[in-house]
Structure formats: C-alpha cells, structure tokens
C-alpha cells in the first residue's frame, strides 16, 4: 500500500510539474486572439527577416526596426569581440538599458532575474577583459541575447499581470500573459542549454558559468508561474 502511495504521489507530482511548465510549441492563438508571427522577431535572436514580416520589413515598421537594428548591432559587437575594451564595457551596459524591464523595476521578481543577470554580464565582462575565445561562440552569443530578453519579459509580465487583475476579461492582455510564458519557457531552454556549453569550456570562467546555471534553476519555477 505504501508503495502504491509513492507512486500515486510521484505521478501527481509530475502532473503538477507539467502543468507549471508551458509548452515549446508556439502557440498561433490565445483566449481567442490570433498571435501574430511578428511577435516573434521581436525578442528572438536571429529574426525572420521575411518581406512580408510586419516588423522585419523596413517600409512598414522602419523606425521600430532601426530601434531593434541598433539593440542587435550593438549585441554582436560585444558577441564578435570588434570593440575595445573601454568601448565593450559601455556597449554591455547599453545592451542591459536596451532590455530593462518597462515598469515594477522594484519586483521581487525583478530584483532576483535582475541581480542573476547583471551577475552573468560580470562574467561576459571578465571574459572580454582576457580576450576569452568563447566570447565568438553561439552559446556565448546566445546568453548575451537573452538573458536581457528574459529580464524584460519578467517585467513586461510583471506589468501584465496588473493589467489583468484591473480589466480580468481583457482577451487582448490574456493573450499577451499567455505568449510571454511562452516566450519564458524559449528563453529558459535557450539560456540553459548555452549556459552547460559555456560550463564545459576550459577557460578562466568555467566556475561562474556553473553558478549562473544553479541559480537559474532556482529561479525556473518562479518566472513560469508569473
């Protein structure tokens, strides 16, 4: 009986889990609102770049994209090493300004990703001080794209979440709520699995990289559930 009971509770363990855990497959519609793939190229690394993107394409949208333009030049300066070090160390920092949460800066939520992502940019920091050749790689490129990516959407969900406990029959803000965990389940994947590459590197922040990677873990469950 006592065994049965273990694997009762393991199974409603695990029926929790998942349900905390949103899906990886893109969702194309929520509460009744269609998701545009647009949305998309707004926080992912490599865009779509199609013509008939309502973001990617210049003609339509040519001063959001010159924002977003900048924010990527500025990301694969750092990720390529083509700066100086006096130049690298502000590019960082405008990197973070790019990505900054819009509102609830002062969050628990937002102090925690915040502290764990200005910790990780010391180590990106340290490593463009010694000229680290894991700086050129796709790992390295995809932590400095989004672990700012995920600090912004803690606290664009963050904003989202008052929006809804204010107007909560608003489709438009359900939608929102809903893309952008799963936008946090894309991230989370993306940075876990840089970070465990970055992690068996040989270099001189091999420690660092281990430790963003624990305390990551721990702060998993807390942004989904947001």
Same mark, same amino acid.
């Given at each position: 009986?006592?065994?049965?009971?273990?694997?009762?509770?393991?199974?409603?363990?695990?029926?929790?889990?998942?349900?905390?855990?949103?899906?990886?497959?893109?969702?194309?519609? %929520?509460?009744?609102?269609?998701?545009?793939?647009?949305?998309?190229?707004?926080?992912?690394?490599?865009?779509?770049? #199609?013509?008939?993107?309502?973001?990617? /394409? #210049?003609?339509?949208?040519?001063?959001?994209?010159?924002? %977003?333009?900048?924010?990527?030049?500025?990301?694969?300066?750092? /990720?390529?090493?083509?700066?100086?070090? $006096?130049?690298?160390?502000?590019?960082?920092?405008?990197?973070? !300004?790019?990505?900054?949460?819009?509102?609830?800066?002062?969050?628990?939520? /937002?102090? /925690?990703?915040?502290?764990?992502?200005?910790?990780?940019?010391?180590?990106?920091?340290?490593?463009?001080?010694?000229?680290?050749?894991?700086?050129?790689?796709?790992?390295?490129?995809?932590? !400095?794209?989004?672990?700012?990516?995920?600090?912004?959407?803690?606290?664009?969900?963050? !904003?989202?979440?008052?929006?809804? $406990? $204010?107007?909560?029959?608003?489709?438009?803000?359900?939608?929102?709520?809903?893309?952008?965990?799963?936008?946090?389940?894309?991230?989370?994947?993306?940075?876990?699995?840089?970070?465990?590459?970055?992690?068996?590197?040989?270099?001189?922040?091999?420690?660092?990289?281990?430790?963003?990677?624990?305390?990551?873990?721990?702060?998993?469950?807390? %942004?989904?559930?947001?």
């Amino acid at each position: 009986m006592e065994k049965k009971m273990d694997t009762y509770k393991s199974k409603q363990l695990t029926k929790n889990e998942t349900k905390l855990v949103p899906a990886l497959t893109r969702p194309a519609r %929520i509460a009744g609102v269609e998701i545009p793939e647009w949305w998309d190229c707004q926080w992912q690394r490599i865009p779509c770049n #199609k013509k008939a993107c309502f973001l990617c /394409s #210049k003609q339509e949208v040519e001063e959001a994209w010159d924002v %977003i333009a900048d924010a990527r030049a500025v990301l694969e300066e750092v /990720s390529v090493g083509a700066l100086p070090v $006096s130049q690298k160390r502000t590019a960082i920092g405008e990197c973070a !300004e790019c990505h900054a949460p819009l509102k609830d800066s002062n969050h628990p939520m /937002s102090r /925690s990703v915040g502290k764990w992502a200005d910790e990780l940019f010391e180590v990106f920091m340290a490593g463009v001080v010694e000229d680290a050749w894991w700086l050129d790689t796709e790992a390295a490129a995809e932590v !400095e794209w989004y672990a700012p990516v995920l600090l912004d959407k803690v606290g664009q969900q963050l !904003e989202t979440n008052a929006w809804l $406990s $204010s107007d909560p029959r608003n489709q438009v803000a359900e939608a929102d709520h809903g893309y952008t965990r799963y936008v946090f389940a894309e991230c989370l994947l993306k940075l876990e699995r840089s970070l465990r590459e970055l992690a068996l590197y040989d270099s001189g922040q091999k420690a660092e990289f281990a430790l963003a990677i624990a305390r990551l873990t721990r702060l998993k469950q807390r %942004i989904l559930k947001l």
